[in-house]
């Protein structure tokens, strides 16, 4: 069996020319068992992307494929979406006065009951919302719903789950334990996911697989960690790491030669240096981030950005001395 579960060919979903959010000709594969992350900015064509996979939108040209077979849109079945995939939208579509069990094993024929219940119960131990089990929607958080909707999609045997901005409504303290129990509920089921998502921090945590979008076109995709070192747009380094830009005339003010019309580094790049090839900055101010400061450094007119892991070393008004270890031309 192919490893590839969802091939989307030179995709085009336009709208009306005053609306943002379409996509043009995209073309990507997905492999089974794999997160994936679709990064983009608000109107950037992410949820357009989401809904043509799953189904909902009449697409304008090219085609999408499940397990080989074309996925149908709107105009060819009379229910709208794949039977096998689930998409968890933002609303999270709950029965806010029945209580959690009953929402997810709503989902379950009845032909069985003793494996409708296993069933339910192991879904929601994989997502850490047992003790919920007999709460109404209505009593729950947001990030609790957000669970009990996303066991809600994958109890009937989901293999592709969809998730639309699964975070938004997800307190910092909790995301970082949802993210990571989407990740392991993936590999301890098996089900791909594919979520769209404004904060790269999202892709960077637990992807498999990045698709980075602007203004409906594909501009790369593949490991996050490859993407990231090796960004092939401006747009892609300052979406994932908020990468310092400088026009080539800045660039040499610092002492960094290049040919082309823009050097980008991220701030780890640039380390307090008292190397040979290291230079003089002023630091302008402070940021606290947590475990490390960042710095605003100017030299010559020009100013970077710098992290400073030694926190309080470096005070508003001194001087340090920066070597920018590594830079990318565009």
Do not use: C
Request: net charge neutral; aromatic share 8%.
């Amino acid at each position: 069996m192919s490893d590839t579960i969802i091939s989307v060919k030179n995709l085009t979903k336009q709208y009306q020319a005053e609306q943002a959010g379409g996509v043009k000709d995209i073309s990507f594969e997905i492999n089974r068992g794999d997160v994936v992350a679709i990064i983009g900015e608000s109107g950037s064509g992410k949820s357009t992307l989401l809904k043509s996979i799953y189904g909902l939108l009449k697409t304008d040209e090219g085609e999408i494929f499940f397990e080989n077979e074309k996925v149908k849109g709107p105009d060819e079945q009379l229910i709208p979406g794949h039977k096998q995939m689930k998409m968890v939208t933002q609303d999270f579509s709950l029965n806010i006065y029945a209580k959690v069990y009953d929402n997810i094993a709503s989902q379950l024929s009845n032909t069985d009951l003793k494996t409708k219940a296993e069933k339910t119960l192991q879904i929601m131990e994989h997502l850490r919302i047992l003790p919920l089990q007999n709460k109404k929607i209505i009593e729950l958080s947001g990030g609790e719903q957000q669970r009990v909707a996303i066991a809600k999609a994958m109890v009937a045997d989901t293999k592709v789950l969809l998730l639309d901005e699964p975070f938004s409504q997800v307190d910092a303290l909790l995301k970082n334990q949802l993210r990571a129990d989407i990740k392991r509920v993936a590999s301890e089921t098996g089900v791909t996911v594919i979520l769209v998502s404004h904060d790269p921090a999202d892709g960077l945590f637990l992807a498999d697989q990045l698709l980075i979008i602007k203004e409906g076109k594909l501009l790369q995709t593949g490991k996050p960690s490859d993407i990231y070192q090796n960004p092939k747009h401006i747009y892609t380094a300052q979406i994932l790491g908020n990468a310092v830009v400088l026009p080539r005339l800045d660039a040499e003010k610092l002492g960094l030669k290049t040919y082309k019309e823009f050097v980008v580094f991220y701030p780890e790049w640039a380390e307090m240096s008292n190397s040979w090839n290291s230079r003089r900055y002023e630091v302008k101010d402070v940021y606290y981030k947590g475990f490390y400061d960042e710095l605003l450094l100017e030299r010559n007119g020009v100013s970077v950005r710098a992290l400073q892991l030694n926190k309080g070393v470096h005070k508003k008004n001194d001087s340090v001395q920066l070597n920018i270890s590594r830079f990318l031309e565009f």
